[in-house]
């Protein structure tokens, strides 16, 4: 057994995957990203701590070195991924590699390797502190993507930025008449337009062929209603077949999963 770990600006998404790279699901869990206590815990209830880690951070030096520190205490090493420009059938076209968010590259992998042979055109889009929108060819080609704020980051910015407008909660309407409301549905609005925006732009470069769409994330749930009405116009518009989003619950482990069992099967250093 391995275990993986998410480290995200919010969460800490850990699990353990067997030495086949099989994903355990039913032992996944997730932390607060500050209470690393809670990590170290957990490990501590661990019947046996395996010997490796791999994980990918993107919540700053000082969290991934809390990470060593408890699993450092039970022997545990751990080897934190780099994005590159080809993996696991993946080929990236980031002007820099290196620096993809490693959570977007793990999570890519992770979404393209769960898909049956011929692989359809997908946009990811994960709704986490950052909202994230990346899009992948059919052939596997990562062709970029867009980063904005997430919906819980766009209301405390109107409700810390502002003297009188309140950290909204209320549920997204058409035509909003007070401002929790107004603030909730232009929140959504925002997050689903960009979304749209990708998913039409994906489907004008490869020739009017759908993309498949894969949801991921906890913002996803004030993002929903108001995607779903948008995609709903767009095949009312196009006649084509209804784009149904998918909910992916852990595309980073699973990303994860896969780049240790291809390193399993290929120890070498230059392994993916």
Request: charged share 15%; proline share 7%.
């Amino acid at each position: 057994m391995a275990i993986l770990i998410d480290s995200g600006n919010t969460r800490l998404k850990v699990g353990l995957v067997s030495v086949g790279g099989t994903l355990a699901s039913t032992i996944t869990c997730a932390f607060d990203n500050n209470d690393t206590d809670a990590f170290a815990a957990w490990l501590d209830g661990l019947p046996a701590v395996p010997r490796h880690a791999m994980g990918s951070n993107v919540a700053g030096l000082e969290r991934a070195a809390a990470i060593e520190a408890a699993l450092t205490r039970h022997g545990c090493a751990v080897e934190w991924i780099t994005p590159r420009e080809q993996a696991l059938g993946l080929t990236s076209r980031y002007q820099h590699p290196a620096r993809l968010g490693s959570d977007r590259w793990a999570a890519m992998l992770g979404v393209l390797n769960r898909l049956p042979s011929p692989r359809p055109a997908f946009l990811l889009a994960s709704f986490g502190t950052a909202t994230t929108l990346d899009t992948v060819s059919a052939e596997g080609v990562f062709e970029g993507g867009l980063i904005l704020p997430g919906p819980v980051m766009m209301r405390r910015a109107l409700a810390s930025g502002t003297a009188d407008l309140p950290l909204a909660h209320a549920e997204p309407v058409l035509f909003p008449t007070e401002t929790h409301a107004a603030i909730s549905t232009g929140v959504a609005a925002a997050q689903a337009g960009a979304l749209l925006r990708q998913w039409l732009a994906a489907r004008q470069r490869y020739g009017g062929q759908s993309p498949a769409l894969f949801v991921a994330g906890g913002g996803w749930h004030e993002v929903e209603a108001e995607a779903r009405r948008l995609l709903a116009q767009v095949t009312e518009a196009t006649g084509d077949l209804p784009c149904v989003p998918q909910v992916v619950d852990n595309p980073v482990l699973d990303g994860l999963a896969g780049l240790l069992r291809a390193q399993s099967a290929s120890p070498s250093p230059d392994s993916p």
